[in-house]
């Protein structure tokens, strides 16, 4: 059986962003978007979803270039002179590695989002991590442990299979993941340890800001049997902190397009968000303090 969660990121960055995730989910194939709980936009993105009972909504955690939810001085070791969180990823990982104090600032923060997402009062269907820096070991870590205690059910691993993308696009190259697989394999083993779901696969890393109707279209064409994630950044328009070299408006494009929905028809594939298709694989994680 062919099971696809399609995912818009960066929800509540911008109300370009949440227009885009409504009018891809009410118009198109979009089945779950990821909240930015301290994004710009985060309280209109959750009066979206309110409104939008079929649309899974998780949680996007934000340890790097974005606003932290405790104040900066909380998280002193994690943020620039700015009190944003900092964009040097190796540098931070190195800090995580070596500070004690930093990893208890970590950890707080994390908890610090997961309990704001609580407070939104809406169902958490998944969790997963901006630029997928759930990937460095402690992070994931922290994120299993801490979620287990606010009911996470699923976690996004980033396991992108470059056979796949060349299916869907013969010229598509072999760098998909390639760095990043390692510590990904790592992170399903993890997050299947401790009874939570995992996808087989995901696709977005290799077109990230690039998943074109033609793109999207060929991957679920080709699409494996399985649990299948593809997420997207759509938006309307260009906004303040948007990658300069992103399509979003193409991307919104592709989400609505009616070809893509003749697409998942044709590949019965059965749509909706990772608390749609229930727990994987389930065993108790007693080694793992929730």
Not at 1 to 9: Q, Y
Not at 116 to 137: E, I, Q, S, W, Y
Not at 249 to 264: H, K
Request: charged share 20%; proline share 5%; aromatic share 6%.
């Amino acid at each position: 059986m062919k099971r696809l969660v399609v995912t818009a990121d960066d929800f509540g960055a911008a109300r370009e962003v949440n227009d885009a995730v409504v009018c891809a989910h009410r118009e198109g194939v979009l089945t779950a978007a990821s909240l930015m709980v301290s994004g710009p936009a985060a309280a209109q993105a959750v009066a979206c979803a309110r409104r939008a009972p079929t649309l899974r909504i998780g949680l996007h955690l934000v340890l790097v270039e974005g606003r932290p939810m405790l104040p900066a001085g909380d998280v002193s070791q994690l943020v620039d002179a700015q009190g944003q969180f900092r964009t040097d990823l190796a540098m931070l990982g190195a800090t995580l590695a070596f500070s004690r104090r930093a990893r208890r600032q970590l950890a707080a923060e994390i908890d610090a989002q997961f309990a704001a997402f609580r407070a939104t009062g809406l169902a958490l269907d998944h969790c997963n991590a901006h630029k997928h820096f759930h990937l460095h070991p402690l992070v994931g870590r922290l994120t299993i442990r801490i979620g287990c205690r606010f009911g996470l059910r699923a976690v996004r691993v980033p396991l992108e299979p470059a056979r796949l993308l060349r299916r869907a696009e013969p010229q598509a190259g072999w760098r998909a993941g390639a760095l990043t697989t390692p510590f990904a394999q790592l992170l399903r083993h993890q997050v299947r340890a401790a009874g939570l779901l995992a996808p087989d696969r995901v696709f977005g890393l290799h077109w990230s800001g690039h998943m074109s109707r033609e793109r999207l279209q060929g991957l679920i064409r080709h699409l494996p049997d399985g649990l299948n994630e593809i997420y997207l950044h759509p938006a309307t328009g260009r906004y303040p902190g948007a990658a300069p070299d992103y399509q979003y408006r193409e991307e919104l494009d592709a989400l609505i397009a009616p070809e893509v929905t003749q697409a998942c028809r044709d590949a019965a594939a059965e749509l909706g968000g990772y608390s749609d298709f229930g727990r994987r694989n389930q065993r108790t994680a007693s080694s793992i303090a929730c």
